[in-house]
């Protein structure tokens, strides 16, 4: 157990690698997935970012 | 050495904070420019600011304490933080932004429940109560400066709000992402040489790990239920509760509401953004959290078994604190007579140290982490980066920190200063138009008044709490609980549940807030002992005993309000088809 003394630290030790290796893979797998056009709605809402971004 | 540094890294921030603003003004490509926006610069700028002192000093020195059950931290940071937050949550969250033009989060939920009263509240509840995680990354970072320089953590702390101050005047409130992704940068090869470092001095991966397996507890940590560095605590335990409950459940789902975090998705062009984020982000927590959690639990390694032990400054027979020992004086035939009154076996070539300006001998032993960072939880991972870890580290890891509390309080200033300004003075006058430029200056002040109370609880908090306390990882915890608490059934219920209604979450808020704020004053032992409200009302200390008096608000707030929030609306007005369909434009197939 990779000289942990407990089989919960132990899979916990495993589960943060697994995690990150399925964030990984599934983020190269989509890699190119759920691309959108740029919609006015995105647009209006960019331009009342800038505004508050002024205003702070 | 590490002040220049420090100085070359605050002139890079604010030049790529200067471009970035430059770049953003007028040409509206904020989002637009973010066709080119590589993933990276997206995920590193989220994990920026997700991650900050907090994470490393604070839970890195609580994972001192409790072990590598912290490591159950870092999966859900990773896999609720990242994945489900960015899979789940962040692509709808983007959608119905744009939709319903939401720039805050209190007012995604007003919006989204067609409620003033819900954005109001949220924002002044993030308004309130958002300083106390503001104090406590400006704690982990005047801790590290504090032990670093051998000052005063006083001096500490003005030192790095007065950073902290500049850096917001500078323009550092704006959203610009190269600047956080350059931090995250920063931190990524912090992180990765410290876990290098770490299980190099400790002899690598599982010869570390079995030492550090070896290693008994002390009779109060075992009598609370500390079973081992890397053994969960005994089920039910005070330790067990604290550990679960408060710092791995509170922190680890409240991630999922915090307002700073959900406004960066709608930041982003595209749902193909929030995707490729997913495979940085997932692997930047890891080298993060993980990071900080391993090496703090296996600085007692170090600390037992160096040879060249912790300088105590040992007066009187008692320990009193770990010695920076840098007011040597060597005793010489000249300076004997000053020192023999005191110590009498004195002789020629022996060393004094007049730390606080008390002449005492150098003391060396090795010690368990918490011992060395003389039983403040917090010093644990300066301390350890301190003595264990090469000179030049110690600049590296500096400005690591500097990175990681910098991009978090920007956003958090950020959120606060809108959710004064915006979410809750801009409802409240009647005249929006004449309001806008007051507005603006309440904006400013709002964020001025936010950086005084922070400064405020950072020098509060550490006076409050008793040493051994990891007041860092207490103090994210209860904001990430009453976040859960109050915004996750409302937040979930907006992006899935059609059938909730504005009453119904209004209902579900209000509990959530009142029974985490209950329990924070009347039930949880550490702060409402340190609050006083309920001694003076009631005459005890807690309404309730062990364990209840260990389990962390969220616990009992985060059900009650979803509970309250489903039954409020079986009976209550639906919310028209007509703004639900808005409301849900392109989220259904």
């Known amino acids: 157990m990779l000289g942990l003394g407990d089989v919960w630290v132990f899979m916990a030790y495993l589960l943060c690698i697994a995690s990150a290796i399925l964030c990984a893979v599934y983020g190269f797998v989509k890699w190119n997935d759920d691309e959108e056009p740029y919609t006015d709605e995105a647009k209006r809402w960019v331009e009342e970012e800038v505004e508050i971004e002024k205003s702070i | 050495m590490t002040v220049f540094w420090v100085f070359v890294y605050l002139i890079i921030v604010a030049y790529l904070g200067y471009l970035g603003y430059r770049h953003t003004k007028g040409a509206s490509d904020y989002l637009v420019g973010g066709r080119k926006i590589h993933p990276f610069v997206m995920a590193l700028s989220y994990g920026a600011t997700f991650i900050s002192t907090s994470a490393i000093v604070g839970f890195g020195g609580a994972a001192g304490v409790f072990g590598m059950g912290l490591l159950y931290l870092t999966f859900l940071n990773i896999f609720v933080g990242i994945f489900l937050a960015f899979v789940i949550f962040g692509k709808r969250t983007r959608r119905m932004g744009y939709e319903l033009d939401a720039h805050t989060f209190p007012e995604l939920l007003g919006r989204r429940f067609q409620s003033s009263f819900i954005q109001k509240f949220a924002g002044i509840i993030i308004f309130l109560f958002m300083p106390l995680y503001a104090a406590v990354v400006i704690i982990g970072a005047a801790k590290y400066i504090e032990q670093q320089f051998a000052i005063e953590y006083v001096t500490a702390l003005l030192f790095f709000t007065l ?28 992180m990765t040489v410290l876990i290098i470092l770490t299980y190099y001095d400790v002899g690598g991966i599982i010869k570390g790990h079995s030492e550090l397996t070896k290693l008994i507890p002390p009779p109060p940590l075992a009598a609370k239920g500390h079973m081992g560095w890397t053994s969960m605590p005994a089920l ?16 680890g789902i409240g991630v999922l509401a915090q307002p700073q975090l959900v406004v960066r998705f709608m930041t982003v062009k595209s ?22 959690f391993t090496s703090g639990a296996l600085s007692n390694v170090w600390f037992t078994k160096n040879e060249k032990g912790i300088h105590f400054c040992e007066i009187s027979g008692a320990i009193v604190e770990v010695c920076p020992g840098k007011k040597i004086v060597k005793i010489d035939e000249k300076n004997i007579e000053k020192f023999k009154a005191q110590f009498k076996d004195i002789k020629p070539g022996d060393e004094i140290d007049l730390h606080k300006d008390q002449p005492h001998k150098i003391t060396a032993k090795g010690s368990l982490s918490i011992v060395a960072a003389g039983g403040v939880v917090e010093n644990i991972i300066p301390q350890f980066v301190k003595q264990a870890m090469p000179q030049w580290f110690s600049v590296l890891f500096m400005l690591t920190l500097l990175a990681a509390a910098m991009s978090t309080l920007s956003s958090q200033f950020h959120a606060m200063g809108t959710a004064i300004g915006r979410d809750f003075y801009m409802q409240i006058v009647e005249d929006k138009k004449s309001a806008e430029e007051r507005g603006v200056l309440i904006n400013k002040i709002g964020i001025g008044v936010t950086i005084i109370i922070s400064l405020i609880l950072g020098y509060f908090l550490p006076l409050i709490y008793a040493k051994g306390e990891a007041i860092i990882a207490r103090g994210t915890s209860i904001f990430f609980g009453l976040c859960a608490g109050t915004f996750l059934p409302a937040y979930i219920s907006a992006l899935y549940l059609k059938r909730i209604t504005k009453a119904g979450v209004i209902a579900g808020m209000l509990s959530g807030f009142t029974i985490a704020f209950f329990w924070l004053v009347f039930v949880l ?22 364990p209840w008096t260990m389990v962390d608000p969220m616990f009992i707030s985060f059900p009650t309000s979803l509970v309250v929030t489903l039954v409020v609306s079986l ?15 392109g989220l259904e197939k």
């Not at chain 2, 409130?173 to 190269?178: D, F, H, N, Q, S």
């Not at chain 2, 330790?239 to 922190?251: E, N, Q």
């Not at chain 2, 953004?273 to 900080?292: C, D, H, K, P």
Request: charged letters at 15%; proline letters at 1%; hydrophobic letters at 50%.
């Open chain 2, 236 to 251: 039910g335990s005070d330790i067990w509760w604290t550990l679960v409950s408060t710092i791995i459940m509170g922190v």
């Open chain 2, 271 to 292: 749902n193909r953004e929030l995707n490729r984020a997913v495979a940085i982000g997932g692997i930047f927590i890891l080298l993060m959290t993980g990071v900080a």
């Open chain 2, 571 to 585: 009976f209550t007005k639906k919310l028209s088809e007509e703004h639900l369909a808005h409301c849900f434009k």
């Open chain 2, 525 to 546: 032992e550490k702060e409402a002992m340190a609050i006083g409200l309920c001694q003076v009302l009631f005459g005890k200390p807690t309404l309730l005993s062990s």
């Open chain 2, 163 to 190: 950073i902290v101050a500049v850096y917001v005047i500078m323009g550092g409130l704006k959203a610009v992402m190269y600047t956080d992704a350059f931090q995250g940068s920063l931190m990524a090869i912090g």
